[in-house]
């Protein structure tokens, strides 16, 4: 049998075995037919190839070894049979319950939290994701340390005891506890650094967000793999990276979407979201996630093709309640209709979720639908006035077609007069441009409605 390796986390090219304990009342996110139908994915994602399940149904958890003493035993003949490499339980784990599976079945054992930081580190591309999984992972292995330095087990200090660690006086520790101290006071050391970098990151990463706060800005929030990423560029053209596979990306991308008529949106594609969300990552990721901590609208795509659809929206609405996001504005967008057959949670969902717009992001059906649903949402930040400018002021011009919506064009005096529908924001910058602001109407009156445009030039 080979020595476990626990400085190395992670599962690509691995043989893996999948353990979950499923507790009264608890739900663990599969479908009917396979509980661990989640961390499968998860597993595939990291590289792995899972070779065997083995499910424990229990009224607490076993302190020392999880899932109890006979089911450990069990496991370990499991694993041989199966000829495993790694066993990856679909709970969180204390070091100490790490290390007693381990001694039984002689295999690396991960939880659900270090492989979900796995799949984290080998997707993270950019400067700013890199640190953040690296916050996390740190934050997540400085506990365990001392399970990780099992090697050094066989340098006993030499104050007695067969143990690292055991002192018998000043200067009598052996090697193997000095090295773990060492290595404490390192990952405290990057600790503070990463912080700090993330920190500053943070401050930009707010400056950035703050400075759209003239737009209409949108998140993409859901399921990891429910399709945002695909319904990103369907929408924009973004080009963002698309897989079928879970946590395809990590970093956040925002792209103007036109809604037609001179209206648009920064439309903005977050990270995805499990079950259980590892509480290092979601603090790691908060600059990350801010585009949607100060969205103006979410769209909460979810995909309406899997089972277990209806626990994937109460994950993900957990999730966006613990980031303060709960009483911001969505919409709800059932994804992937033309995969729904007769096993698909869409059946529950579509009664639950009446106002949801059905979409297939792969095909583009149900996206004008969308844009519909969007608009009426920003429709009351929209104002209709008349502006007059120069009549060689094209600069300004330009931009009102660009921004606005041009209702009629007229010259009196010499002067353009300007009948259009601009976003509330938009219309100080038109002012600064040259432009002179001769009367408001109200945006929800008909824009056809010429005698309501001459009143508001007579009243200006």
Known sequence: MKEIKRTDEGVQSERAVLVGLLLPGENRGGTRYDPL??????????????????????????????????????????????EADVIIFDNDLTPSQIREIEEVVKRKVLDRTELILDIFAARARTNEARLQVELAQLEYTAPRLR?????????????????????????????????IEIDRRIVQKRVTFLK????????????????????????????????????????????????????????????????GDGQSVLLSDTVGFVRNLPHNLVASFQATLEEAIHSNLLLHVIDASDPDAPGQVDAVEAVLEELGCADIPTIAVLNKMDAVDDESGAHVLIPQLEDAVQISAATGAGLDALVEAVRSRIQDRFVRVLIESEVENGRLFAYVQRHGRLTSQTVEDGHLVLDLQLPAAEVQRVVDMGGRVRGHIDAHDSQDDEPLALEARRRG
């Not at 990291?46 to 958890?61: D, F, N, W, Y």
């Not at 099992?150 to 030499?158: K, N, Q, V, Y």
């Open 147 to 179: 399970g990780m330095w099992t090697h050094l087990e066989r340098i006993a200090g030499a104050g007695g005891g067969g143990k690292v660690g055991a002192v018998g006086g000043i200067g009598t520790r052996g090697p193997g506890e000095r090295q």
């Open 196 to 259: 700090e970098q993330i920190r500053n990151i943070d401050r930009r990463k707010l400056r950035q967000v703050k400075a759209r706060e003239e737009h209409f800005t949108v998140s993409l929030v859901g399921y990891t793999n429910a399709g945002k990423s695909t319904l990103m560029n369907a929408l924009t053209g973004a080009g963002t990276y698309v897989a079928d596979k879970l946590f395809a990306t990590l970093d956040t991308r925002t792209r103007r979407w036109e809604l």
């Open 37 to 82: 139908a989640e961390l499968a994915g998860l597993a595939s994602a990291a590289g792995a190839t899972v070779v065997g399940r083995l499910i424990q149904k229990r009224g607490k958890p076993c302190g020392a070894t999880y899932i109890g003493k006979g089911k450990t035993e069990e496991l370990a003949e499991y694993a041989l049979q199966k």
